[in-house]
């Protein structure tokens, strides 16, 4: 029952094998453009937001800042274009950094990163709910945070089934959100054309008033600070990058078509919101969002206000803006597991975050994203602008490392043509984004901005102590590897056939190494004599690592099989009948007990053997940090009626034995 509502919800096991699959799960440039632009499309339901109420009374700046939030897309988005050209494998600001900085600047932009995308989920969803409740009475607003708690449920389960099959239940959310923005940012603009030349003199008034009260340095920092504090309209743009694997051939060419539609949507929509406030005359009001205050003032100007026609244009505007950052939301789920994975091959996260479920996620990824992402909700209750101040601080982190690698990369690449219009590109965008930076830090450190600094070196310090264990774990085993595979090897004449009759050892083993052949010894050792045949099992694991096409899965394949090939070479040698068995899979135990279940019918008086690190003093973490497939295996084998047992390999303080 349980595994038929599994496939209910999640669908069936994808094959690995199949070439076809590659091509079934990448996105084309318009479907990364729903699932990897929405977030920052969806930033323009706060982010203006935020910059039209700093100003305050001095709305003449609203044109000035409008044409800087669109400026500062295109650049932001042209040099992420440029970082795409230059990884054309992804991995967006950790993997930038982490090679052209440094690891341990690498470090903190992937922190930064994977805090981020938790704040991703949370900010939208809670930009989603506020946007809902906007058209409700005060007295639904204490549903917000239950609803928040069930969207976010939602999301992971969608996500859990795959990454294009959410994208495709959410297109037309998507689409909606378009539509309805394009009609009411374009129907503002145009009902309030006649009113220009009357608001530009009203303009230039307030401006000559403001440069007596404030004088043009106040000016400046006032528009300064509005623009600084709006940076959660930038936020998203760098979602690109990272997800680039998950983009259709040839993922360059996508990745950057996918940027152009994300800085172009944006720009216009960012820019033309802020414009629409100050055409409209809208101002805050208690228990709604800036964007609902604009709907209703157009549906006034067209004279539908109490009307059916205006309700519906109300409802749709609202409700789309509320779906699309659940959209939105997807760029964190998308994303945040490939920075983990990525940060995970480099030994700073646990290793199993770099395995893919048997539907090809992310799945450990997605689930840790999913809680962080809830308990951050329920810290911050929910409140949108503490979310965005967290969430904008970590984004331009992330974005002002990113930048001064280009730049670091740039001034070593003395011979390139484009040296010199490359380098201006990320100088600016570096200079952007390190103002912005500044400024949030300065402006909201004690209003919670510490909270996210607090949380992000905490997350540093974490992946040090697991890099420092895995590094230790790893120089043992490298004891093991250096004395082992040295063995003197006595080259057998003939060995010894297989007889399916007689008692035969199953090896489970990963690559060739001390680990195994101390395995293969200590079955030796504790059973001299009696094991007459030896197969070596091997499954070749596909994770997101090795998931990259056809051609790299094969490489795995041809990489197994030449591991088990030398442990059978060396069996032989010592006078053993050896022989050996693969496979490939994401799910290493059942593919593992497939295989031992099936070698058993060929030779019935079977034992599976498997290793496992076993530590002088056992703690908590090493059971996170290292999997338990041998335990696991054991118990589904000995249930299956075949006798299975774990050969420990003691790691000590200063060695592997």
């Known amino acids: 029952m349980l595994e038929r509502v599994k496939r209910l919800l ?23 453009w729903v699932g990897l632009g929405a977030d920052g499309l969806s930033s323009s339901a706060y982010g203006p937001e ?73 900010v939208s969803v809670a930009a989603a709910i506020d946007a809902f409740f906007s058209f409700l009475p005060l007295e639904f607003h204490g549903l917000k945070t239950p609803a928040a708690v069930g969207l976010i449920s939602f999301l992971t389960a969608i996500n859990l089934r795959g990454v294009k099959e959410s994208i495709k239940l959410l297109l037309p959310i998507f689409v909606l959100f378009l539509l309805t923005h394009i009609v009411l940012l374009g129907g503002t603009i145009a009902l309030h054309l006649g009113d220009v030349p009357t608001l530009a003199g009203h303009i230039n008034g307030e401006f000559r008033s403001g440069l007596e009260t404030l004088g ?20 998203g743009i760098e979602a690109v990058s990272n997800g680039l694997q998950i983009m259709r051939e040839p993922k360059v060419e996508t990745g950057k078509r996918t940027m152009t539609y994300m800085a172009v949507s944006l720009a216009l929509t960012a820019s033309g919101i802020i414009l629409c406030y100050l055409l409209a005359g809208a101002t805050p009001e208690t228990g709604k969002t800036m964007n609902a205050v604009l709907v209703e003032r157009f549906v006034e100007a067209l004279g539908w206000a109490g009307s059916q026609h205006g309700d519906w244009m109300i409802w749709s505007v609202l409700v789309s803006e509320a779906a699309l950052l659940v959209v939105a939301a997807q760029a964190g789920f998308i994303a945040g597991p490939r920075v983990m994975s990525n940060m995970a091959n480099d030994s700073w996260l646990p290793h199993r975050f770099v395995t893919l479920s048997d539907r090809l ?44 690698a280009m730049v670091r990369y740039w001034l070593a690449l003395k011979e390139d043509p484009s040296r010199k219009r490359n380098l201006r590109v990320h100088v600016i965008a570096l200079i952007l984004c390190t103002s912005i930076l500044l400024v949030s830090l300065y402006e909201k450190f004690a209003e919670g901005g510490w909270v996210t600094l607090v949380f992000t070196s905490g997350l540093v310090a974490l992946c040090m102590l697991v890099r420092r264990h895995y590094t230790a774990v790893h120089k043992n085993l490298g004891r093991l590897d250096e004395i082992l595979t040295t063995l003197p090897e006595v080259a057998e004449a003939s060995p ?38 030896f197969i070596f099992v091997s499954v070749g694991v596909v994770d997101t690592a090795t998931f990259q096409g056809v051609e790299a899965v094969e490489e795995v394949r041809e990489k197994t099989e030449q591991s088990l090939k ?46 496992k690190l076993v530590f002088q003093q056992e703690r908590w973490f090493q059971r996170i940090l290292h999997n338990e497939t041998a335990f696991q295996l054991q118990r589904r084998l000995q249930f299956s009626g075949l006798s299975a047992m774990v050969l420990p390999v003691r790691v000590l303080s200063g060695s592997a034995s």
Not at 102 to 118: E, F, K, M, N, R
Not at 371 to 394: D, H, K, P, R, W
Not at 579 to 607: G, H, K, Q
Request: with cysteine.
């Open 10 to 32: 999640f669908g069936a096991p994808r094959d690995i094998e199949d070439p076809r699959v590659f091509h079934s799960l990448s996105l084309i440039a318009f479907l990364a």
């Open 50 to 122: 935020e910059s039209f109420k700093v100003l305050g009374d001095h709305h003449y700046l609203a044109v000035a800042l409008a044409l800087a939030i669109a400026g500062t897309v295109f650049i932001i988005a042209y040099s992420y274009s440029k970082i795409i050209e230059r990884f054309p494998l992804g991995g967006g600001g950790y993997v930038v950094v982490n090679r052209l900085l440094g690891p341990a600047p690498g470090l903190i932009s992937g922190s930064a990163l994977l805090i981020d995308y938790v704040l991703t989920i949370a």
């Open 216 to 235: 043009l340095a106040g000016m400046l920092a006032l528009f300064l600070r509005a623009y600084s504090l709006g940076a959660g309209t930038y936020t």
């Open 361 to 404: 996620t992310m799945q450990d990824g997605v689930l840790l994203t999913s809680g962080a992402s809830l308990a951050t909700l329920l810290y911050t209750g929910g409140e949108t602008s503490t979310l965005v101040l967290m969430y904008s601080i970590n984004v331009f982190i992330t974005f002002s490392l990113s930048q001064a």
């Open 496 to 533: 010894p056939q297989l007889s399916p009759k007689a008692p035969t050892a199953i090896l489970l083993v990963g690559r060739y190494g001390g680990l195994g052949i101390h395995s293969l010894l200590a079955i030796q050792r504790l059973f001299p004599n009696y094991f007459k045949n």
């Open 566 to 611: 030398r442990y059978v070479e060396l069996a032989r040698r010592w006078g053993l009948a050896a022989d050996y068995r693969m496979s490939l899979s994401t799910e290493v135990v059942e593919e593992a007990e497939r295989l031992c279940l099936e070698i058993s019918r060929e030779f019935p008086r079977s034992i599976v053997f498997a290793g």
